[in-house]
């Protein structure tokens, strides 16, 4: 029997390119899938049918009517969440609309959340520790922790919410990303395009005064572990949910300092930048309001490091093609991808 699954965020970087990791797998069972999309404009509405021949709906993930009705009245089964991880408040209507779908139909209903791995590293606000385990009993620390931080108390909210309402969850602890995405929406990452954007401007590159070692993974990895756990939820095989179902999506660690160094050298090589130097930000507050990003958690996302270990990804089979030699080398690949595709602020951010 066919599963039906719905995607939010399909017209986004990350939901997007699961979208059409998704559609162009050659498993049976994902052929199967019956794909309702929520996006949030008419244009991509338009696009997503005709281009993908998909169930798309036009919605505000935060409006708990709407999605309500998006996975009652489409007899959704499966949730993929790939937007508002730091919006606790938008996730209770999905949940509960599942645990009501489950009810109806006697089937086992899923939530897959897309949560941010810099929430596990010290810079994010976890305990000093050598590493993380998603193996280790992750819940019961994020409860541990002073409350407050928006992507942990959305996390706490969806695995405790879901288990109470009879609904299977899956935390997705994602990392940088980075390479081009394969959607039909935006094709291009947060970090990289926002540092090229604002080097742009101010002719030079700039990176934080304390270097990043961040967790990543290449979208192309990224699209493959989405795919690998949904055949997994399909077969039916035993994999860890709820408290147990945290997932870090890590192939590597990168090394902020030695992007600068070669994007600095891609951007003067293309006359965009005046300098092969790469400049120090004068503070973290005016990064964030440049880069466009939220001023509690620019030190996280511009110089978090921590090690964190994929044991539960690893465990299903992952195994992630890209490393961080890889990854450095494509950098004059990620500059030309963002010039072709736009340097456009992101909208991940806004409130």
């Keep these: 029997m066919s599963q039906n699954v ?17 559609l ?38 935060g409006d708990a009517a709407a999605m309500t009705e998006a996975i009652l009245g ?17 996730m209770p209507p999905l949940i509960n609309a599942l645990g009501r779908r489950r009810e109806i139909s ?26 993380v385990r998603d193996t280790e009993p992750l819940l019961a620390k994020e409860k541990e922790i002073q409350p407050g931080h928006p992507v942990r108390d959305t996390n706490i909210l969806v695995t405790e919410e879901a288990k109470a309402h009879g609904v299977n969850s899956f935390i997705i602890a994602v990392p940088t990303v980075y390479g081009r995405g394969t959607g039909e929406g935006r094709k291009v990452s ?24 961040p967790p990543a993974v290449h979208i192309a990895d990224l699209t493959d572990f ?19 179902g945290y997932y870090f999506v890590v192939a590597h660690q990168g090394d902020w300092w030695a992007v600068a ?10 006359g965009l930048v005046e300098q092969l130097e790469v400049k120090t930000w004068p503070s973290y507050e005016s990064a964030a309001d440049e880069l466009g990003w939220p001023r509690a958690h620019i030190r996280a996302m511009g110089s978090s490091g921590g090690k964190l270990i994929s044991a539960h990804a690893n465990g299903l089979g992952w195994q992630p093609k890209w490393d961080k030699e890889r990854f450095l080398n494509s950098i004059d690949d990620e500059v030309q991808s963002v010039l072709e595709l736009g340097t456009v602020k992101s909208t991940l951010f806004a409130e």
Excluded: C
């Design 226 to 244: 989405y795919t690998l756990l949904m055949e997994k939820i399909l077969q039916k095989e035993n994999v860890p949910k709820n408290e147990d």
């Design 190 to 213: 947060v970090n990289i395009p926002a540092y090229t954007r604002v080097a742009i401007e101010h002719k030079a590159v700039l990176k934080f005064e304390v270097n990043g070692y």
């Design 106 to 131: 006697g089937k086992e209903t899923y939530l897959i959340h897309a949560s941010v791995a810099t929430a596990f590293t010290t810079m994010g606000g976890w305990p000093v520790v050598e590493e």
């Design 6 to 22: 719905l995607i939010t965020g399909a017209a986004g970087y990350i939901g997007g390119s699961v979208l059409a990791g998704l």
């Design 24 to 61: 162009s797998h050659p498993s049976t069972l994902l052929k199967a899938l019956n794909i309702t999309a929520v996006v949030r404009s008419s244009e991509q509405v338009q696009t997503l049918k005709q281009k993908l021949g998909v169930n798309v709906i036009q919605a505000d993930v």
């Design 261 to 270: 160094e070669r994007m600095a050298k891609a951007l003067y090589a293309r």
């Design 74 to 90: 489409n007899e959704i089964d499966i949730v993929i969440h790939t937007t508002s991880s730091r919006h606790p408040h938008i």
